[in-house]
């Protein structure tokens, strides 16, 4: 049986990252974003959503069934978002969505790109959001959820100069910053190394396993994914 994985947010920070390492493990990637990714190989198979409350629409002929895993990195900022409202419908509304139309389509993994701090009492929106979404997602009932938490993601963020400069500062000071520190930050590369080695683990752990499984929901903190995806010298 051929593996697919299907995912949105292909086009963000993390996401471009995740479809190469997917394109390595997966035998088809199923790309469904606003507009295609600047890396593609033949092993994709891009469909373009141009308004995610459509979803629904574009879901329905892109062959994803029980054979599919699922990956979301899709997200966005208040500041991008332009307000609390829409903000909560592209980070909450629209991975719940999304994760329910691979449910129904008997998708039994689900991996979600979510944050540190997630938390449904912090007084900050973003985190509140993101624990919300969490909190959805975990009710819908996949048979393996699994969550990352990175902390500050280390890329180039379009639109975002302060956090770039930050980022380059921290760069050259880095290899003096120990990685056991809770919130060292953490390249997008690596985070989705981290969701790919984490995918493939759970495809290992049950490509034998006949039975049915209870749920699981794993979630994989920032500390974590720098274990996971530290290179030894």
């Known amino acids: 049986m051929q593996r697919k994985a299907v995912i949105i947010g292909a086009t963000g920070l993390v996401g471009q990252h995740l479809i190469k390492q997917l394109s390595e493990i997966y035998d088809t990637v199923i790309v469904i974003a606003r507009r295609p990714p600047r890396y593609i190989n033949a092993s994709m198979r891009f469909y373009q959503v141009t308004d995610f409350n459509n979803l629904a ?55 979600l790109l979510s944050a540190m701090n997630a938390d449904l009492d912090s007084r900050f929106l973003y985190n509140q959001v993101k624990a919300e979404t969490e909190q959805s997602i975990t009710a819908i009932g996949f048979e393996q ?40 930050p953490i390249s997008a590369k690596r985070v989705a190394i981290a969701m790919a080695m984490a995918a493939h683990d759970v495809y290992e752990r049950n490509r034998y396993r006949k039975e049915s499984v209870p749920s699981t929901t794993d979630i994989i903190e920032n500390k974590q994914m720098l274990a996971m995806t530290r290179v030894k010298k």
């Open 145 to 184: 959820l699994v969550i990352f938490r990175p902390s500050l993601l280390l890329g180039k963020h379009k639109g975002r100069p302060l956090e770039n400069i930050s980022q380059t500062v921290f760069k050259l000071i880095s290899p003096l910053v120990s990685e056991s520190l809770p919130l060292h």
């Open 57 to 111: 629409e574009v879901f329905a002929s892109v062959g994803v069934d029980g054979s599919t895993d699922a990956f979301s990195c899709l997200g966005t900022t208040k500041k991008q978002a332009g307000s609390d409202e829409v903000f909560r419908k592209v980070d909450h509304d629209y991975n719940v969505n999304f994760a329910k139309l691979c449910y129904d389509k008997g998708v039994k993994n689900f991996f």
